[in-house]
Structure formats: structure tokens, C-alpha cells
């Protein structure tokens, strides 16, 4: 039997999920959804449906409401009635008009290269004792 590249996995309006979900083709949410998704497909967000996750997948439809860091290797849609809370990283990113976002983005053919790669942590370097000791002069006039 032929593979169907078109699927679509729907969580219901009822239904209310907690945890991690992956998934190779396309997902549409119409209830709510918390934890971490992963995606190599589309991930859609219906008008009524909130989703408090980190996310990253080819492509993000928002209507509803996302709470939590996006991350789309292709593009993030936020139609009239999505509120966006979170940072949002992709390559192309389309807002229509009525659409919230707060956070920070990144977007263009670069903004998703080092997605999933951790960004290397500076070290504190412990300074001298005379330096941490030394009090500053005042201020001359």
C-alpha cells in the first residue's frame, strides 16, 4: 500500500495532551497541548486551541494561541487571531493583520542553520584579588 504524505493527525477540541509528540507528516490542534513537539511536517494550531511548547517543525499555522520558543526549518504563518508568546526562529515569517506576537525572532535563510546545535557557553573567569578589592575613585570635577 502507497505511503500517504498528506495525513493529518488531529488532537479534537476535547481532547487535552501533556508530554512529548513527534511526527513525519502534518498535525492540526484543536485542543490544547503542552510539553515539547518535534515535527518533520506542518504543525497547525486551530482558532480556539492553545499549545504551551517548544516547538520545532517544517512549517507553524498559528490561529490560536502558542506559548513557548517556535522554530520552523521553513515558515511560521500567524493568521488574525494568533496570539504568539515566545521566541520564534525561521526562515520565512508571514503576520497578518489582528496577529499578536511578544518575543524575540529570527528570521531568513540563516536564522535556522544552527537549530538544534548548542551554542557554546562563555566561562567566568575569576578576577585578581587586588582587582575585586579595589574600590573606585570618586569622581573629580
Known amino acids: 500500500m502507497a505511503e500517504n504524505t498528506n495525513q493529518t493527525t488531529v488532537i479534537g477540541v476535547d481532547t487535552h495532551i501533556k508530554g512529548e509528540m513527534s511526527f513525519d507528516n502534518n498535525a492540526r490542534i484543536l485542543?490544547?497541548?503542552?510539553?515539547?513537539?518535534?515535527?518533520?511536517?506542518?504543525?497547525?494550531?486551530?482558532?480556539?486551541?492553545?499549545?504551551?511548547?517548544t516547538v520545532e517543525a517544517d512549517a507553524v499555522l498559528v490561529d490560536g494561541v502558542v506559548e513557548g520558543d517556535v522554530t520552523a526549518r521553513d515558515r511560521v504563518q500567524l493568521n488574525p487571531k494568533a496570539r504568539v508568546s515566545g521566541d520564534l526562529v525561521a526562515t520565512k515569517l508571514v503576520v497578518?493583520?489582528?496577529a499578536a506576537f511578544t518575543g524575540h525572532c529570527r528570521v531568513g535563510p540563516?536564522?535556522?542553520k544552527n537549530v538544534g546545535q548548542k551554542a557554546p557557553v562563555a566561562e567566568a573567569k575569576p578576577?585578581?584579588?587586588?582587582?575585586a578589592n579595589k574600590q573606585p575613585e570618586p569622581a573629580r570635577r
Not at 35 to 52: D, F, P, T, Y
Not at 127 to 131: A, G, K, W
Open 110 to 112: 540563516d536564522a535556522t
Open 96 to 98: 497578518a493583520d489582528g
Open 127 to 131: 578576577q585578581n584579588s587586588q582587582q
Open 31 to 53: 485542543g490544547s497541548f503542552e510539553g515539547q513537539i518535534n515535527a518533520k511536517g506542518e504543525l497547525q494550531v486551530a482558532e480556539g486551541a492553545k499549545c504551551k511548547a
